[in-house]
């Protein structure tokens, strides 16, 4: 099993929609989580944090849920700028070391 | 901008040849991280600095891979006698402190003919 795993999409939605994307990790001590964007041929960007207790920033809502090692991210009322790669990342515990590894990504595409 | 900068941002190479990336955040993180990653597929870890001590390398650093940050600040990740399937965008990412949040440099984008 990957430690981090994601639908790779492509997601395609209209504009004013909403998405949600899932990502499942496999190390059940894994102690932080994040959402990155990523544009076509730019580096990742960090998106959100995703906390306990979940977390929104605007349009955009991050959930954990430890029982069923999965984080998700929800994205209201679509803008075609929200078309990206959407990273997820998970920071797996190991001792010593802070090891963040990432999903292969899922591709959102929002049409006018 | 985000504040730190690659280099080369592009280079293409010969089968055989060594190639030098080097990674200048502008300012001080300790923890320095580094990233492969190709098409379709998202960053897969490399190696972890922690100051200018090299604490974790992954298994897909074969011996021809070489990483340096001799004054803790700017590192460079060396690839001696480069194969196709060292194609892919190398990218650095300092590590900030408090929130965790890595920061990426543009890349640099590597071609093995």
């Known amino acids: 099993r990957k430690e981090v795993e994601q639908d790779p999409g492509p997601f395609n939605v209209p504009e004013g929609a909403t998405v949600a994307f899932n990502c499942t990790y496999s190390?059940?001590?894994?102690?932080?989580f994040f959402w990155y964007r990523q544009d076509c041929r730019k580096e990742p960007k960090l998106l959100m944090s995703?906390?306990?207790s979940g977390n929104e920033d605007g349009r955009f809502t991050a959930q954990l849920n430890r029982a069923s090692q999965y984080i998700s991210l929800l994205i209201r009322d679509s803008k075609l700028s929200d078309s990206a790669t959407y990273l997820c990342?998970?920071?797996?515990?190991?001792?010593?070391?802070?090891?963040?590894?990432f999903g292969t990504g899922t591709r959102l595409l929002v049409s006018p | 901008d985000t504040g730190v900068s690659q280099d080369p941002r592009h280079k293409i190479t010969k089968r055989g040849q060594n190639v030098t990336f080097r990674c200048d955040p502008i300012?001080?993180?300790?923890?320095l991280y580094w990233y492969r990653q190709t098409l379709g597929q998202g960053p897969e870890f490399l190696t972890y600095?922690?100051?200018?001590?090299?604490?974790?390398k992954s298994r897909l650093l074969s011996d021809r891979f070489s990483a340096e940050r001799p004054k803790g600040s700017f590192s460079t990740l060396e690839i001696q006698r480069t194969e196709q399937g060292d194609s892919a965008m190398y990218l650095c990412a300092p590590r900030e402190g408090n929130t965790g949040e890595l920061f990426f440099g543009e890349g640099s984008r590597l071609t093995v003919l």
């Open positions: 190390n059940s001590a894994s102690q932080s």
């Open positions: 300012s001080e993180h300790n923890r």
């Open positions: 600095f922690q100051n200018e001590a090299q604490l974790e």
């Open positions: 990342v998970v920071n797996m515990a190991n001792t010593g070391f802070q090891k963040l590894v």
């Open positions: 995703v906390y306990s």
